[in-house]
């Protein structure tokens, strides 16, 4: 899931992550909003915001949304920095660095929430932008561009098109592949969804505020390790079966 990537990814593979990552920032971006009533997994808005505050020349009002995309940027840029950096080292999950930073920015924010009040609300909102950033970056780099997972228009689009092409056999006659992408694009969209319920329910019925960030990031390391754990287990297994194979050779 984590592990795949080119020729060697598949549907499936695509699908198990898209949904984990989906359903994760559906609750960062509903915990987002209702703490602090800003948009914490896309900055489409914001840029928005931004470039009207600089119309009406109200510079230093527009510094905040600024930093808000600047984060999301810097979280993009040290996802696949550190992607790269590692990719030659074979021994290590290149995806495991950005996964641990992201779910550790959600645990630090949750705990915190128990012992400080959060006055920096801006702060905490660059923060989890930042995550957002570095989850957008390598699941994108994962999956060649096809997983999305942070933010729905571009989805919204693409189901549009992909639908609409359905209705022309002719022109596209790769039904197959189709099928899959608008698969895929409705899991995302419905995890999204389903992440957004359960983060409301979190914080506001079960009042566990911020705390529900970290019912996000526990999914996440779950995720991650058991990953991690299946490909051990493979990797262990395709090494005794070459070594069986080796020795009844020899005999």
């Known amino acids: ?5 080119g020729k060697s990814r598949t549907l499936k593979h695509n699908l198990r992550i898209a949904t984990i990552l989906s359903f994760v920032a559906g609750i960062v971006n509903v915990t987002g909003f209702l703490s602090f009533k800003q948009l914490t997994t896309n900055v489409t808005g914001h840029f928005a ?10 510079f230093w009002k527009g510094t905040i949304y600024f930093l808000y995309i600047f984060s999301f940027l810097l979280g ?5 920095f550190l992607i790269e950096q ?3 080292n ?12 992201e779910s550790l920015i959600l645990i630090s ?14 702060l905490i909102v660059c923060s989890l932008l930042f995550s957002m950033g ?14 999305r997972t942070t933010h729905l228009t571009g989805l919204f689009t693409d189901l549009g098109i992909d639908i609409s092409q359905m209705f022309f056999p002719k022109l596209h006659p790769h039904r197959e592949k189709l099928k899959a992408n608008i698969k895929l694009r409705i899991y995302i969209i419905l995890f999204f969804f ?58």
């Open 194 to 251: 389903a992440g957004g319920l359960i983060g409301g329910f979190f914080y506001s019925k079960l009042d566990l505020k911020l705390n529900t960030l970290i019912f996000g990031a526990l999914i996440l390391l779950i995720s991650l390790f058991y990953d991690d754990l299946r490909y051990r287990i493979i990797k262990t297994k395709r090494k005794y079966n070459q070594r069986k194979k080796l020795n009844a050779t020899k005999n």
């Open 109 to 122: 924010i949750g705990l915190l929430s128990n012992f400080i009040e959060m006055k920096y609300s801006d």
């Open 86 to 88: 590692f990719r030659e």
């Open 90 to 101: 074979k021994k290590l999950n290149v995806f495991f660095l950005p996964t641990l930073i």
């Open 76 to 80: 993009s840029f040290l996802s696949s």
């Open 1 to 5: 899931m984590f592990r795949h990537q």
């Open 134 to 147: 570095l989850q957008n970056s390598f699941v994108t780099k994962i999956s060649n561009a096809v997983v």
């Open 49 to 58: 915001l931004f470039i009207n505050d600089v119309a009406d020349f109200k």
